[in-house]
């Protein structure tokens, strides 16, 4: 009798036990990963005026490192590499150059690779406007020639005291090597 008890329960066991895995991988598959949302939200516009030895009243970046043989007045040959530039870019609500400006976007980026148009980031927004005070500080690669591209935002101060996230950047419009607009959507996933 005992035997017989063995072999019958040991089967039922077993189907138990799978009936158990199979309800706890539907579960598990079946959940959903969580969507983090964003905790603030900007969309922004920085104005860039390179330096080209005939609009130094109106320039707002400059070209402070070139390739040996190149010069600080005109980017360099293929793809720009080594050239650095410095920037003090108006930053504005709208994709309008004259339009109040609610801060400024202060860094550098790099122009880092000669097989394609890229460059590497680093770059503060500084902002005194009635809305928000405060700095964003981002850093990251930026290959220039792909649409929307993510950089990351790893801190900040006054209103944006240690957030952190990500920046969507698109090239709003550029003007040769004069002139570019890039539109900066801010999402901080991390708000204190």
């Given at each position: 009798?005992?035997?017989?008890?063995?072999?019958?329960?040991?089967?039922?066991?077993?189907?138990?036990?799978?009936?158990?895995?199979?309800?706890y991988s539907s579960s598990v598959l079946g959940m959903k990963l969580k969507q983090y949302k964003p905790c603030k939200e900007l969309v922004l516009y920085f104005h860039d005026i390179l330096y080209n030895g005939n609009n130094a009243a109106n320039a707002t970046a400059a070209i402070v490192a070139a390739p040996e043989g190149s010069?600080?007045?005109?980017?360099?040959?293929?793809?720009?590499?080594?050239?650095?530039?410095?920037?003090?870019?108006?930053?504005?609500?709208?994709?309008?150059?004259?339009?109040?400006?609610?801060?400024?976007?202060?860094?550098?980026?790099?122009?880092?690779?000669?097989?394609?148009?890229?460059?590497w980031?680093?770059?503060t927004f500084v902002l005194n406007s009635t809305?928000?005070?405060?700095?964003?500080?981002?850093?990251?690669?930026?290959?220039?020639l792909v649409k929307a591209r993510d950089i990351s935002v790893i801190g900040g101060t006054g209103d944006f005291f240690m957030h952190r996230g990500?920046?969507?950047v698109m090239t709003d419009s550029f003007e040769g090597d004069v002139y570019f607009r890039l539109r900066v959507d801010i999402k901080m996933y991390e708000c204190w």
């Open positions: 009798m005992e035997g017989i008890r063995r072999r019958l329960l040991s089967p039922i066991i077993v189907l138990l036990f799978f009936f158990f895995l199979i309800g010069n600080l007045t005109i980017l360099a040959p293929q793809n720009h590499f080594g050239n650095i530039v410095v920037f003090d870019d108006p930053i504005t609500v709208d994709n309008n150059l004259h339009s109040p400006p609610v801060g400024r976007a202060q860094g550098l980026y790099i122009y880092d690779k000669k097989e394609t148009f890229t460059a980031l680093g770059f809305d928000h005070k405060g700095t964003i500080n981002f850093m990251g690669a930026d290959p220039i990500i920046a969507m």
